[in-house]
């Protein structure tokens, strides 16, 4: 079989494009018996209402809570986990910065990279969540394509 240089070409850029895509997922388990998983990205839109949510790219500053009724678009009056993942840094935390307020227990941890690496928040005096903007731990992931699971009353 002959390859011509421009058949050479595609070929390896076709082998290119697949080594430098990028892909993240997002997914909930709900153990409250009731509530609704919420995450909303950056910009306000609700990218998923308790499915897994993938995006095959970078996820930047998106939030994610449980719905139970009294939480604002943003997370504000309940435990949110803020996320970006992003292949070389991704970053999570658990906040209950004001508006933010603990609601119900909330927990995540990456896998597929990074995996039992994450941050449980059992109590309204969580140890780890943010606080105030300087008092929180952000708990990183320098995997490529690392996804992130994410508990709710666990």
């Given at each position: ?46 990218l998923s209402t ?36 992003i292949n070389g ?50 708990i990183s992931c ?13």
């Amino acid at each position: 079989m002959q390859f011509t240089v421009s058949s050479k070409f595609a070929v390896i850029s076709s082998l290119v494009a697949l080594v430098a895509a990028e892909s993240h997922t997002i997914s909930f388990t709900n153990l409250c018996g009731g509530g609704t998983p919420t995450l909303v990205s950056q910009n306000g839109a609700i990218l998923s209402t308790g499915g897994a949510y993938t995006a095959d790219g970078p996820i930047v500053g998106a939030l994610a809570y449980l719905q139970t009724g009294g939480c604002g678009l943003n997370g504000d009056f309940c435990t949110t986990v803020e996320t970006t993942l992003i292949n070389g840094g991704s970053a999570t935390d658990i906040t209950l910065v004001p508006d933010h307020e603990f609601s119900v227990t909330s927990g995540f941890g990456y896998y597929n990279g990074c995996d039992g690496t994450g941050l449980d928040c059992q109590e309204p005096d969580c140890p780890g969540a943010f606080t105030d903007s300087t008092n929180g731990w952000i708990i990183s992931c320098a995997t490529d394509n690392v996804d992130l699971a994410i508990t709710f009353c666990d």
